[in-house]
């Protein structure tokens, strides 16, 4: 059974930075692509950024130069570091992971919630 478990979410305030983690487990991580999506209540989820597992990132346009992507695959880890944060980033963050990562990835972690002030 894939499990992918997120953390690192919270509430800081605009211009600041916080790292999400996401665990995963139930699948061997190093050849799997990995990504992130969001979702603001009332709309659909939105694609963030990805990790493919030959190395290649991909970002949405609105977080390049803002957020990274990166993997420990030693420890079945991804991360995503979100830099010069904006209110219109608060949303809940999915950890996913699949074939078609950038839109239709076949797992998704159970959210987290980051929220930016003003």
């Known amino acids: 059974q894939v499990q992918l478990v997120e953390s690192g979410g919270g509430s800081v305030q605009a211009g600041g930075s916080l790292r999400l983690s996401c665990a995963v487990s139930g699948r061997t991580f190093s050849f799997a692509n990995m990504g992130w999506f969001r979702q603001a209540p009332g709309k659909e989820r939105e694609f963030v950024a990805a990790a493919y597992w030959e190395g290649p990132t991909s970002y949405v346009d609105s977080v390049k130069g803002r957020f990274t992507i990166s993997r420990d695959n030693a420890k079945n880890t991804v991360y995503l570091q979100m830099n010069g944060l904006k209110p219109e980033d608060t949303d809940v963050y999915y950890c996913?992971?699949?074939?078609?990562?950038?839109?239709?990835?076949?797992?998704w972690g159970q959210g987290t919630q980051v929220t930016v002030s003003s």
């Open positions: 996913t992971s699949g074939s078609n990562i950038r839109d239709r990835p076949d797992y």
